[in-house]
T-cell receptor, first 117, second 111 residues
């Protein structure tokens, strides 16, 4: 079974430029997450989708970050304009529908490394 | 905020068992304990999870105390490739909540 796919793997941009990250979740997974991980810290949730609807975006800096999942499968995360403090790894993750007896394990992609200079 | 407390770092000799503790004293009855690890430059990798019974899979064993306020992840024969940051997380069973990560434990396996 294929895992969560993300691209690009690495990206370097100048501050005030824009960047977009793409994610393809595990087939059949209805829930998709975007996390931000700053060096030395644990991942922090930015946004959670259930199919193509937003479940939680309370920690997404909406003045510069946006995300969409138009057809309930792939997702893109955009940052515009980027700031130096946005330098981080952006992790996409997915899980199956809720309600499973054994819980719904979240599976992560390898991440997209962003450096803002 | 993370609902768990873990030591920031631990060392283990190669070939020996690594026992990683986690305190989750505020865990509620419908919350699972999950363990993930993150090897440098990779995404977090699922290891194991449990509700109240001890669990074992091909990667590790999870021991949960009877009062469920703490747990221990056991890697029975640690190898150099087990060097990573290990995260202990509590998460609701049916509410589809996200994983809230703390700082984790940095395990270093030494030859």
């Amino acid at each position: 079974e294929a895992g969560v796919a993300q691209s690009p793997r690495y990206k370097i941009i100048e501050k005030r430029q824009s960047v977009a990250f793409w994610c393809n979740p595990i087939s059949g997974h209805a829930t998709l997450y975007w996390y931000q991980q700053i060096l030395g810290q644990g991942p922090k949730l930015l946004i959670q989708f259930q199919n193509n609807g937003v479940v939680d975006d309370s920690q997404l800096p909406k003045d510069r970050f946006s995300a969409e999942r138009l057809k309930g499968v792939d997702s893109t995360l955009k940052i515009q304009p980027a700031k130096l403090e946005d330098s981080a790894v952006y992790l996409c993750a997915s899980s199956s529908i809720r309600g499973q007896r054994s819980g719904n394990t979240i599976y992560f992609g390898e991440g997209s490394w962003l450096t803002v200079v | 905020d993370a609902k768990t407390t873990q030591p920031p770092s631990m060392d283990c000799a190669e070939g020996r068992a690594a026992n990683l503790p986690c305190n989750h004293s505020t865990i509620s009855g419908n919350e699972y304990v999950y363990w993930y690890r993150q090897i440098h430059s990779q995404g977090p990798q699922y290891i194991i999870h449990g509700l109240k019974n001890n669990e074992t899979n091909e990667m590790a064993s999870l021991i949960i105390t009877e009062d469920r306020k703490s747990s221990t992840l056991i890697l029975p024969h640690a190898t150099l490739r087990d060097t990573a940051v290990y995260y202990c997380i509590v998460r609701g069973r049916y509410n589809n909540n996200d994983m809230r990560f703390g700082a984790g434990t940095r395990l270093t396996v030494k030859p």
